[in-house]
């Protein structure tokens, strides 16, 4: 099983499940930063799921929800409730969790995406709906007895948690993933969610299924879940689809059920047979009055909105940056942020500015953002001492090699460029008496050298250049040293 067969075509739909950056609760005012908080230290009875307690829905949480409704296209209703979802786990104290049904928040929206290589594609959001989070299970092995048990830790229990549900308009696992992708991105960019898969913030489970190529039902359903990684959910639903079309070749049915994702042998495994909404038995939540918003509340909320980022990216592009250049510093708010305030500092042409700010955002400063796991707004650089820097370049201050280890040292000390570049005496050496000395020294000391290139050979310039920016320390200027250089050799 390396490939699926040509003659199936692959259908995948996404449910995210994301958790919002409220401060609090989404029915009570319990604290959702509950991080390294010891267990069951953030509830409180309505987390319990006490009898006779009541829930209060949350605003801060409805009105992120509308923003990403607004973000990904969608229809704002203006009237929507709250559902019971009734299924007994051990991590649901209530034997129901709050949720949305027949009338969520936002519906049929959009978000375009594009693989490398690929076309464009439109991928269709059915919904995005607002729920309660889990507690969470905690399994251990008593060391005595070798007997399995679980804790529940219920400090999760009630977090603001939003459901983000697309059309089945995938077709591979790359455009999964890309969706992925570019889903977090938004998030992100209008402050609803750190989306981080790693920290459980952000889950995926992938509903896949294969069709004969050119027919317009569905196939069997398959549910995948446990994948925490981008990387995981490729993988997940590149094995299921090649699982799938061996049991098709094969002449054998595909299972509807639930698998889950085991990363450390790449297959997914049964884990139980897949629910159907009558299985949960919903029915709508008798403790909270139905949902109602104002059009005039919504579009302050649109109002509200920052520039998503493929807006960001075409400004960039309109700027004269190459593609590649426009999507890295729109990856993130804060780097497109730092990339701008940088460009505005520098008192030069528009597109001479960006193109500058951008070898400069996406070398040194990129470099020490991934070194350190921060973005550019934790950058101890800010972006006017960063447009000091280059200024110091364009003026012929320091040479760009010698501008690199400025940059390390304002970095490390706080410095501004040109206190560093006084201290350290890196200013550029540009007198023609001066770099005529350091030239006729290394015209000496590399007789091999000067006998190529007066053979033809003239590679053999750079390498004089080379030793003598070695000699001043990157302080000589280029195009001074090679004038020199050819002055003397002929």
């Not at 699926?4 to 009570?28: D, N, P, R, Y």
């Not at 699982?243 to 002449?251: I, K, M, V």
Request: hydrophobic share 40%.
């Amino acid at each position: 099983m390396t490939t699926v067969a040509t003659e199936f075509e692959t259908v995948i739909g996404l449910e995210v499940h994301c958790q919002l950056t409220t401060q609090s609760k989404m029915f009570c005012g319990c604290s959702v930063a509950y991080a390294g908080a010891a267990p069951n230290t953030h509830v409180c009875p309505v987390c319990l799921g006490l009898p006779g307690v009541l829930p209060v829905i949350n605003e801060q949480a409805i009105a992120a929800i509308v923003r990403t409704g607004l973000a990904l296209n969608c229809e704002i209703a203006s009237f929507s409730k709250f559902d019971r979802k009734n299924y007994p786990y051990p991590d649901l104290m209530k034997g129901y969790q709050i949720s949305q049904y027949d009338l969520p928040v936002c519906r049929g929206g959009w978000l375009d995406i594009q693989v490398e290589g690929q076309a464009a594609r439109r991928v269709g959001i059915t919904r995005v709906h607002m729920e309660e989070d889990t507690a969470r299970l905690l399994h251990r092995t008593d060391p005595a007895t070798g007997q399995g048990y679980s804790l529940v830790d219920v400090n999760r229990s009630g977090t603001p948690l939003m459901e983000i549900v697309s059309e089945p308009d995938l077709r591979t696992p790359a455009e999964a993933r890309e969706y992925l992708v570019r889903l977090r991105q938004i998030l992100r960019y209008i402050g609803v969610s750190e989306a981080n898969m790693e920290d459980g913030n952000f889950r995926c489970d992938a509903n896949v299924s294969l069709r004969p190529r050119g027919a317009s039902t569905l196939g069997t359903k398959v549910e995948i879940k446990n994948m925490n990684s981008f990387r995981a959910v490729h993988d997940a639903l590149a094995f299921e689809e090649r699982r799938q079309a061996a049991l098709l070749e094969a002449g054998e049915r595909v299972a509807q059920e639930t698998r889950g994702w085991v990363d450390e042998r790449s297959v997914t495994v049964s884990q139980r047979s897949k629910e159907e909404a009558n299985d949960y038995r919903y029915f709508p939540e008798p403790d909270l009055p139905p949902l109602q918003l104002s059009r005039e509340w919504v579009e302050s909320v649109r109002a509200d909105l920052p520039e998503l980022p493929e807006a960001t990216r075409q400004r960039f592009l309109a700027l004269g940056l190459s593609d590649d250049e426009a999507r890295t510093l729109a990856e993130t708010r804060e780097r497109a942020a730092y990339f701008e305030a940088v460009a505005a500092k520098l008192a030069l042409p528009a597109q001479r500015a960006a193109k500058l700010a951008a070898n400069w955002v996406l070398g040194e400063a990129l470099r020490w953002c991934n070194a350190n796991a921060r973005d550019a707004d934790r950058l101890p650089v800010t972006p006017e001492r960063l447009a000091e820097l280059i200024g110091l370049v364009e003026g012929g201050t320091i040479t760009a090699a010698v501008a690199k280890g400025v940059f390390e040292k304002m970095v490390a000390s706080g410095a501004t460029a040109a206190a560093v570049v006084e201290q350290d005496g890196l200013a550029q050496i540009s007198g023609t008496s001066e770099l005529r000395t350091i030239v006729r020294k290394a015209i000496e000391d590399n007789p091999h050298a000067v006998a190529d290139y007066r053979a033809g050979k003239q590679a053999a310039v750079k390498f004089l250049i080379g030793q003598v920016m070695r000699e001043t320390r990157g302080r000589a200027n280029p195009a001074a040293v090679q004038t020199i250089l050819t002055e003397e050799l002929t």
